[in-house]
């Protein structure tokens, strides 16, 4: 079994930065993939950045490329979510999730979700 706890969501401004951390503990394995997904009110749940734990392959969403930026620790089993430049369409929970397997933007196929943190961006 797999944990995620994530943590680092708020209210922030148009313009500010966060950093939202996932902390992965269970059985992982060695060689699986790590997402960020966001889902706003009323709409589906998106693809936000993956990175795979061995490897390091990377994958973002258009709509945050060159803005977010998502990174591992492997000390602490944590990925991170950095955002910059954020907007106020950024606004939506964030769930981590963990598939053991390759990298992928299909929530579908990931098998651990985190419980989700809100993030806020005021105009």
């Known amino acids: 079994q797999v944990q995620l706890v994530e943590s680092g969501g708020g209210l922030v401004h148009t313009g500010d930065s966060l950093r939202l951390s996932c902390a992965a503990s269970?059985?992982?394995?060695?060689?699986?993939?790590v997402a960020w997904f966001r889902q706003a009110l009323g709409k589906e749940r998106e693809f936000v950045a993956g990175i795979a734990w061995s490897g390091g392959s990377i994958n973002y969403a258009d709509s945050v490329k060159g803005r977010f930026t998502i990174s591992r620790d492997y000390a602490k089993n944590t990925v991170y979510l950095h955002m910059n430049s954020l907007k106020p369409e950024d606004t939506a929970v964030y769930y981590c999730?963990?598939?053991?397997?390759?990298?992928?933007?299909?929530?579908?196929?990931?098998?651990?979700w985190g419980q989700g943190t809100q993030v806020t961006v005021s105009s």
């Open positions: 999730a963990l598939r053991t397997s390759m990298l992928t933007v299909l929530r579908n196929l990931y098998n651990y």
């Open positions: 269970g059985r992982t394995g060695n060689n699986y993939a």
